[in-house]
């Protein structure tokens, strides 16, 4: 069943071409500032709501991929042991917060021993060359783990760390975690890192298990799992490999995989398996493909006896001295047969948490089957890094043309990193994280007149358009490929100059590093983005463009997202992607009342699309910054073409006056405050006497609160308490939720969703419990549904007073009306609890999200929105 639902569901994900946008029929959370009739001429309008929160926005957002080798790509000065002050100036210019490393393809066989120092004599590794992921070469850097971690703190940057899973195991990276994070001061890698100079945890919060391990130059030990086995699979369960006269390595130089390995006909040589330990009794070691003979000790055997030793653990292969045990002629090729159990994410990420269970731990996999073979494997896991890149364009085409094409694919890229948040979010097992720890355009994109468009503005615009998207869907971390390249050299892995810095190899000079387009694109963000982003805005009368193609689909010009701070400013972010036309548009902000001018950062306007910033010289592409007026909570500003502009708008959230709605997402993660979305205040407290109310992150939309006894009692004073807003008697009303019932309570004993306090209050919508159907006792008459509610399914129900009528809606659909009784009552609402909470009325036993209540009756269209825009 699961491989085909995932299946399904990740080949529908690809096939995607373009976000489906979802727009709501009734927004409950705000009141929308009236637009004039649009028509087709009309301006672009884009709207949106102040007195919304949709999502937090991670500052992890703004980072980059760096990579260890070459010194960090030259910005570490091996001679002094230092990153170089101008790049370290540079890059705090641009404020980026967060930093992947040691890298992708490069690092898959990063072994961070060696990478950090020997201040205690207990680290003999420490200084050894790395392995290269992709040529096997090895590569010396001063840009270690011990340096890497010291920039990173010097320049309040947060690191995420790629384990190699290639060439690795969870005890080495349980061990790394006790380096990076441990407490204990009698653990031996503890007491390392204190040696090594930094007393204190680093706590780094973010660890991926491998990198791209889909590509095959990439599964390294994975290449040996049986014929016709799912790679995913062994890599969530690990698993017994075999290779069959595989190259033999060296422990600092792995390039023979390439090729061969050739004897350097020296006495005593050692050599290594690449892929150990070796299960015992399944290694054969050939020397020009003739057979050696495994034995304990060279003692007894003579210069010519073809003879071998192996440790199983290390996969040390020892041969003879010439004396005791034949010496491999030089020239001849020694390769090795042999089988290894290799563990899997499951047994990493158990190994890693029982250091530090606070950190998150992502599967490099993302596919339909590691989905299903996670699900199958019972494994709990946090969540799935993802790189989406565009795939390149044909560089024959015009600029213009070549910019339009990139631009209007992100779409489709984008779409798969939403459609996996959707998918894990719906998975039990997972934590729902998507972490893009590399995106941008693909490798080597430019067209052929233009080499280094990966530096210019088309590509910062690029970028910017996956910003958009991560902000507005609560992306936690992210890191743009990549940090730095060096300008004048190609990298094994594609076109060089394609990063957020690069280094010009003029050490003094004032611009030795460069600030490329995308770097100043980073910089106007976090300058000019909030903590809290809004409901998405609204764009009527939106202008679109035309990529190059076969029957292209038009590409809407502007893209909008809009953020919040503490101190109530907002930040609204426009790009105008089309290559040609500026565009007049009105903007209209519901629930706010701006000052009288706005501070407005734009980058682009008037440049080229492949402007860049040249080397070694000041920057061409940078910030405007300036100031406007601002008339009012509605005012026209016109968006120049190929242009991200950002306006910062000083002033105070205007809370609606009829204070007819209340709205709790119940996205907290702590505390006992339900919070009220719509802006009228109506932030519910949360009590827990004789029971639990917990959140949790797996709601049906985002977190909720579930409710739950303790021990046999099935009732207690633990709910929501909401402040009453409206007489259920003297106004129509409406009460919906998104509930899952974890199991019926006791026979006769009913499970309340809504309820009133006070003498008068009333059971206003409950569970029967010997029928499963949804009851009303508002006015001390019972009302019931025909349809039921389930046990360990989330279901949308609604109540709806409209005159005299009393609706039961069930997942949308209307499922009965009955005639409504009431009786006023002003008491304070309860969810999830009776009033008085007994054996006969007790408590909702599960979980409660998306809670709506509203002083009207919703149309059946409305509540079927309600239903249907929650993913």
């Known amino acids: 069943m699961y491989k085909n639902y995932f299946k399904m569901r990740w080949n529908v994900m690809k096939l995607k071409k373009r976000f489906m946008v979802l727009l709501s029929v009734l927004t409950l959370s705000s009141t929308i500032i009236p637009l004039t009739t649009v028509s087709a001429t009309a301006n672009p309008v884009i709207s949106f709501n102040a007195n919304t929160n949709a999502t937090n926005v991670s500052p992890l957002l703004f980072g980059g991929n760096h990579r260890y080798y070459k010194n960090g790509i030259g910005m570490y000065d091996s001679v002094n042991q230092q990153v170089y002050p101008d790049f370290e100036n540079s890059y705090n210019d641009i404020g980026l917060k967060t930093m992947r490393y040691p890298g992708g393809t490069i690092a898959n066989l990063f072994q961070w ?8 004599n207990t680290n003999p590794d420490s200084g050894l060359p790395q392995i290269h992921g992709k040529t096997f070469a090895p590569e010396i850097s001063d840009f270690d783990l011990d340096a890497a971690l010291k920039f990173s703190e010097d320049t309040g ?8 899973m290639g060439n690795g195991n969870p005890t080495d990276a349980a061990n790394l975690v006790q380096y990076l994070n441990g407490t204990n001061t009698s653990n031996p890698y503890v007491q ?3 040696s090594n100079g930094h007393p204190a945890p680093y706590n780094i919060n973010y660890f991926e298990i491998g990198n791209e391990t889909y590509l095959g130059y990439q599964k390294y030990w994975l290449n040996g799992i049986p014929a016709g086995q799912d790679y995913q699979n062994y890599y969530v369960n690990g698993g017994t490999i075999s290779f069959t006269k595989q190259p033999v390595v060296l422990k600092g130089d792995w390039s023979s995989l390439n090729n061969k390995y050739s004897s350097t006909g020296a006495a005593g040589q050692q050599v290594y398996v690449a892929y150990g330990p070796v299960t015992a009794g399944t290694d054969a070691v050939y020397v020009d ?8 000790t060279f003692a007894g055997y003579g210069p010519n006896d073809p003879v071998y030793q192996l440790d199983n653990n290390s996969g040390l292969i020892r041969f003879g001295n010439g004396v005791n045990g034949k010496i491999p002629p030089a020239g001849a090729a020694i390769t090795v047969s042999y089988s290894s159990y290799h563990f899997g994410y499951k047994d990493y990420i158990t190994a890693m948490k029982s250091v530090d269970p606070s950190i998150k731990v992502l599967s490099n996999l993302h596919d339909g089957k590691t989905i299903a073979a996670l699900a199958a494997a019972n494994v709990a896991y946090d969540g799935m890094s993802i790189h989406p890149y565009t795939v390149n364009q044909n560089r024959t085409l015009s600029l213009v043309d070549y910019y339009k094409a990139t631009m209007s694919q992100v779409g489709a890229t984008l779409y798969e990193v939403n459609n996996l948040q959707r998918i894990l979010k719906n998975e039990p097992l997972s934590g729902g994280i998507v972490y893009p720890s590399e995106y941008g355009l693909g490798q080597d994109s430019h067209i052929n007149e233009s080499k280094n468009y990966q530096l210019g503005l088309g590509s910062a615009l690029i970028t910017a358009k996956y910003q958009f998207n991560f902000i507005q869907n609560g992306v936690p971390v992210a890191a743009k490929h990549s940090m730095i ?4 050299t190609n990298d094994t892995l594609g076109n060089g100059p394609a990063a957020i810095f690069n280094s010009n190899n003029i050490p003094g000079s004032s611009y030795n590093f460069s600030q490329s387009a995308t770097a100043q694109m980073f910089k106007l963000l976090v300058n000019m983005t909030g ?10 009368n939106i202008p679109t463009y035309t990529p190059p193609g076969t029957n292209p689909k038009p590409v809407n010009s502007l893209n909008a997202v809009a953020t919040k701070d503490a101190n109530g400013d907002l930040y609204v972010l426009v790009m105008n992607e089309d290559p040609t036309n500026d565009y007049a548009t009105n903007l209209n902000i519901a629930n706010y009342a701006p000052g009288a001018s706005a501070a407005v950062w734009k980058l682009g306007e008037g440049l080229a699309l492949d402007q860049l910033n040249p080397s070694g010289q000041a920057p061409v592409v940078v910030n405007q910054v300036s100031m406007i007026p601002v008339s009012g909570s509605s005012f026209t500003y016109t968006f120049p073409a190929h242009t991200l502009t950002a306006i910062k708008l000083t002033g105070s959230i205007v809370l ?23 802006g009228n205040n109506l932030n519910g407290t949360i009590s827990s006497t004789g029971g639990t109310a917990t959140w949790v992150s797996q709601g049906k939309t ?6 739950a006894p303790i021990g046999t009692s099935t009732f207690g004073d633990y709910f929501i308490k909401i402040p009453n807003f409206f007489d259920p008697a003297a106004t129509d009303f409406t009460m919906a939720a998104w509930v899952k019932l974890d199991q019926a309570s006791n026979a006769g004993s009913n499970q309340t969703i809504f309820a009133q306090e006070g003498s008068s209050g009333r059971s206003i919508l409950y569970r029967d419990v010997n029928s499963g159907q949804l009851r009303s006792y508002l006015g001390g008459v019972t009302s019931m549904s025909t349809g039921t509610i389930p046990t360990g399914t989330w279901t949308h129900v609604a109540l709806v007073k409209s005159g005299s009528n009393l609706q039961f809606y069930i997942n949308g659909v209307l499922d009965s009306t009955r005639t409504a009784t009431t009786q006023s009552s002003t008491g304070d609402f309860r969810i999830g609890a009776h009033k008085s909470p007994s054996v006969t009325s007790a408590n909702w036993n599960g979980v409660i999200d998306e809670v709506h209540l509203s002083k009207k009756a919703l149309t059946a269209a409305e509540i079927s929105n309600l239903y249907n825009v929650t993913p």
């Open 702 to 707: 985002g977190g909720a609160l579930d409710l």
């Open 531 to 540: 903590s809290v982003a809004l409901d998405a805005p609204t764009i009527q």
């Open 485 to 488: 390249d060096d300008w004048a």
């Open 289 to 296: 493909n003739t057979a050696w003979t495994k034995v304990a």
């Open 157 to 164: 940057t947060e690191m995420t760390y790629m384990y190699n």
């Open 192 to 194: 390392l890192r204190i």
């Open 656 to 678: 609606p006056s009829d204070g007819s709605t209340a709205h709790y997402k119940l996205d907290e993660t702590s505390g006992s405050i339900a919070a009220d979305s719509s």
């Open 113 to 120: 021993q060696r990478g950090v120092g020997n201040g205690n």
